[in-house]
């Protein structure tokens, strides 16, 4: 998506009424054959998809055709990625793939699996090596925070001109409490500093306010996807939704645009998975039939009633009424 239509949009989300949502809808791509996100080459043409208004979720995603059990809806590229603390080392700084044994680290100890990786980085890369980080990253690793990686990605990103300042303002943010924004605040006057103290000559950091550290994080909370990789061998439906929940620790984090239109159900009819790298599939699990909402499972769904209501309420902020949960399953 443009960074400009982004922008176009984020405007419209700012001052928010019923026709501007409207109208932020009949913006967004999802129905054009030009979909950055949709890119698989042997799927011509649109996703089956629209994003629509829901009666009591917000924005959703709905299907405009009937689809099969097992098919590929749509694949997304993230518009901002990090790889976990523990896969630091282990896996592609830009992409997430696991890293093959013969592959050569850069000065810093992150490694690209590829030349390709490696040029797609080049601009954020080059600003984050001028920054010390040591304080920042020892902040988050001894707090066990992981979304400032992201925050500090998209920074790096920003100063480089490789995103827009306000690329995820089109997302639904999260409710910050005064105690949530006194920790995230701390945060923010880490990055602040460390990329002031290195750049403040050769980089616009003007947008780099404490309002857009939280405005970013507060998406990021609500709309970030854990990424997990499941592996060329289960390409096929029902194993890749048996191994997408027996991964391995996750590989890092993720933002995308059009997947974070997907509401929540604790039995669902789509699913999320990632192959060998951030770039992520949505599957359908079940026949849908064309007008009916995609649904995606945000937690894990073998877990009881009370402890999914419970999970959704505190990192979410909704109380799940889906079929399962008014039954008490
Ligand atoms: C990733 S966003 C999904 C898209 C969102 N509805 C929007 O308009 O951008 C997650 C948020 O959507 C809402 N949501 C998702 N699933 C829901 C559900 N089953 N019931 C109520 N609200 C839901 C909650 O506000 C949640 O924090």
Known sequence: MSHSLIRRCSRLVSSCTTGNYRKILQLLPFSSTNLEEHDDPSRPGPPPIRVGITESAGRGVFATRGIGAGDLIHTAKPIVCHPSLSGIHSVCYFCLRKLGSSTCPEASGVSFCSEECKQRSKEFYDVEMKVNWTDFDDYCRTHGLKYPFLVKRLACMVISGDASIDCLDILQPANLTPEMIVKMEEGFALLRNAIANKLITNGNIDFLSKQWYLNVLARIRINAFR?????????????????????????????????????????????????????????????????EELRICYIDASMDRDARQELLLRGFGFQCKCNRCLHGD
Do not use: M, Q
Request: net charge negative; charged share 20%.
């Open 227 to 291: 990424v997990d990789l499941v592996g060329g061998l289960y390409e096929d439906l029902f194993s890749s939704a048996v191994a997408s929940v027996e991964a391995e620790a996750a590989v890092g984090n993720a933002v995308y645009i059009l997947p974070s239109f997907y509401n929540h159900d604790c039995d669902p009819n789509a699913h999320i998975i990632w192959i060998d790298t951030a770039d992520a599939k949505l599957k359908a699990l079940r026949n849908v039939e064309a007008g």
